[in-house]
T-cell receptor
Framework: NAGVTQTPKFQVLKTGQSMTLQCAQD?????MYWYRQDPGMGLRLIYY???????DKGEVPNGYNVSRLNKREFSLRLESAAPSQTSVYFC????????????????FGSGTRLTVV | SQQGEEDPQALSIQEGENATMNCSYK?????LQWYRQNSGRGLVHLIL?????REKHSGRLRVTLDTSKKSSSLLITASRAADTASYFC??????????FGKGTKLTVNP
């Protein structure tokens, strides 16, 4: 199993350019997430999708949009990139659903390192 | 805002020693999880402890949870150079969202 696949792995953008980060999982997970990781800040949640057809804002959604294309794929779009969006972006998935107690952790992709100049 | 706060921010030990990292959090939780991140890589899930559990083991890992103090600890016994990584705690409440701390950077010297 590939797990969670993110593309591209590296990207350099000019300020104002747009791009879409792709994420796909092959574990039949319901929930998917986008995080950004900045030095000294840990991981911060940008958007998440608890199930196919739903998306919700996380802690730092400004400047981003998401699309849950189907159960497998969850994309993150930067409409007009800014230097403050220079970061490493991680996609993750989890089984999700409403079952409690939660038993499983997240599976993360290997990340996209984005630089906005 | 971060829910979990790890302590210490950085830890350097010799191979064979034990490493202890602590995590404190602010609100009630359903579970607490620990993740490892090797340099330049994604996070890997290590262990999940539910709010009604006090201790859990997985190989050389031992996690404790004290909900009255809103704190957890991760103990890695007999550490190896390959354990060098950043370790993050993350809390999960009633929703699927995980909220991460800022991490502890562990260096294990051969």
């Amino acid at each position: 199993n590939a797990g969670v696949t993110q593309t591209p792995k590296f990207q350099v953008l000019k300020t104002g350019q747009s791009m879409t980060l792709q994420c796909a999982q092959d574990m039949n997970h319901n929930s998917m997430y986008w995080y950004r990781q900045d030095p000294g800040m840990g991981l911060r949640l940008i958007y998440y999708s608890a199930s196919e057809g739903t998306t919700d804002k996380g802690e730092v959604p400004n400047g981003y949009n998401v699309s849950r294309l189907n159960k497998r794929e969850f994309s993150l779009r930067l409409e007009s990139a800014a230097p403050s969006q220079t970061s490493v972006y991680f996609c993750a998935s989890s089984p999700g659903g409403d079952r409690l107690p939660r038993r499983y952790g997240y599976t993360f992709g290997s990340g996209t390192r984005l630089t906005v100049v | 805002s971060q829910q979990g706060e790890e302590d210490p921010q950085a830890l350097s030990i010799q191979e064979g020693e034990n490493a202890t990292m602590n995590c404190s959090y602010k609100t009630s939780i359903n579970n607490l999880q620990w993740y490892r991140q090797n340099s330049g890589r994604g996070l890997v899930h290590l262990i999940l402890i539910r709010s009604n559990e006090r201790e859990k083991h997985s190989g050389r890992l031992r996690v404790t949870l004290d909900t009255s103090k809103k704190s957890s600890s991760l103990l890695i016994t007999a550490s190896r150079a390959a354990d060098t990584a950043s370790y993050f705690c993350a809390t999960q409440g009633g929703s699927e969202k995980l909220v991460f701390g800022k991490g502890t950077k562990l260096t294990v010297n051969p």
